[in-house]
């Protein structure tokens, strides 16, 4: 088997760049490591990412993942160039096969690459250094940006998109070090989960649009529990409409009670919290 040495990969990105920069971008192969780094053959990777020319201004992206010793297709993008500086990137939602979700990337030419900014309508929902333009190979400081709220929520540093750093923002000011998955004492909601799920169920607010609209399904809420008890850094692992996710972030907001924190070695630290926010119209029997 050929293995391309560092070297050699780092001349096929740079040959890759001016193609973009210049005529439009041929077809390209870039494989991701389990740390989700650049790698240099299929061998070494856990999915990889082609891209192919269908005509001038016409591209087409397959994300491919290993599962179970075999290489599955797992998301479909097609890419439309718009202007000079502006790509729209059309994909499924992976939450709701029946939706489309429509990326639109600016980018501006570098010395190392490119800088750009995704948009997903009008809200603006990350921005970084890539060394390409799709897909993306991230690099230096990357900030990204809640899509149904426009702030803030996580700022990382890459090398080859491999995560170096997180910082997690609690407001538009200030933020946390990446926050425990699993500690010694858990949070606890006062009352346990139970009450938790109550207190989320009275003061979940539906959206008249969505029923009018007969919009339902269940937003899941990832959140972080602060030492002091308080609730900071939403973000939603599944989404399933914009009025419902709206919705469900302002439902975890408005708990009426604190947690108590959690503890790690005897001392208060952040831990990640995730529960289900659900909109479904009762019917009358």
Known sequence: MKVITPIRLNFILCLIIVSVGASGQHDTTIYFSIYSKVTDSKSNA?????VVK???????????TLKNKRWIPSNYTVI???????????SQSQTN????????????????????????????IQEGKSKLIFPLIKFGTWRFYNSSTGKISTER?????????????????????EPFVIVE??????GGDAVLLQDIAKHTMYPEEAKEKNITG???????????????????PKKVHPLLDTAAIKTVYSLP?????????????????????????QTKE
């Open 157 to 177: 540093t890459y090398n080859d998109d491999q995560i170096l750093t997180s910082n997690y923002y609690i407001s538009d000011t200030e933020y946390i070090d």
């Open 46 to 50: 856990v999915y990889y990412s082609q």
């Open 218 to 236: 269940s937003v899941l809420v990832r959140f972080a529990i602060l030492k002091d008890g308080s609730i900071g850094c939403v973000s939603l």
């Open 97 to 124: 096969k029946s939706k489309n979700v429509i990326v639109k990337r600016f980018f501006i030419r570098t010395d190392s690459g490119y800088r750009i900014k995704d948009y997903n309508d009008t809200i603006l």
């Open 185 to 190: 004492k858990m949070p606890v909601y006062p």
């Open 54 to 64: 269908k005509e001038n201004d016409l591209f087409s992206m397959m994300d491919y």
């Open 257 to 281: 009670k604190q947690f108590k924190p959690g503890e790690q070695g005897g001392r208060k630290v952040n831990v990640w919290y995730m529960v289900p926010v659900n909109f479904f119209i």
């Open 80 to 90: 439309r160039r718009e202007n000079d500086n502006l790509f729209r990137l059309t």
